[in-house]
């Protein structure tokens, strides 16, 4: 689980760069 956490996690992170507007208020 924590390799499959771990690569969720960079991929919410790449998406976040290119779009924080629309990932933000999702994630809190």
């Known amino acids: ?4 956490f771990e690569t969720q996690t960079k ?11 629309h990932w933000q208020p999702s994630w809190g």
């Open 1 to 4: 689980p924590n390799g499959r």
């Open 11 to 21: 991929i919410c992170l790449s998406i976040s760069n290119h779009h924080p507007e």
